[in-house]
């Protein structure tokens, strides 16, 4: 099967950091674009950051600054460093691959994890 799981996921206080992690299982990540998504209950699921091929990365003003996205050098893993987190923040974050590129359609990525929640909270 080809897999990804999402983890690292934890409440932190607003102003912390965390670094999410996203492992391919069955195949390796070079050939992607490698996205990651949030989603919050009654909304749409959102693009965060997204790493294509070529290294190229994509951000959501909300989070340019504060997230990071790289990738290892074994092709398996991506992660996602998030510091100077706000309340807004709290999400389930999703990673996600799409044929070589990026886009901001969900719908065009496959496979996805399982998601990991992040909540920001005092």
């Known amino acids: 099967q080809l897999q990804l799981v999402e983890s690292g996921g934890a409440m932190v206080q607003p102003g912390g950091s965390l670094t999410l992690s996203c492992a391919a299982s069955g195949f390796t990540l070079d050939y992607y674009g490698i996205g990651w998504f949030r989603q919050v209950p009654g909304k749409e699921r959102e693009g965060v950051l997204c790493?294509?091929?070529?290294?190229?990365?994509y951000y959501t003003d909300s989070v340019k600054g504060r997230f990071t996205i790289s990738r290892d050098n074994t092709g398996n893993t991506v992660y996602l460093q998030m510091k100077s987190l706000k309340p807004e923040d709290t999400a389930v974050y999703y990673c996600a691959v799409r044929a070589f590129y990026c886009s901001n359609s969900p719908r065009t990525f496959g496979p996805w994890g399982q998601g990991t929640q992040v909540t920001v909270s005092s």
């Open positions: 790493i294509d091929k070529s290294a190229t990365t």
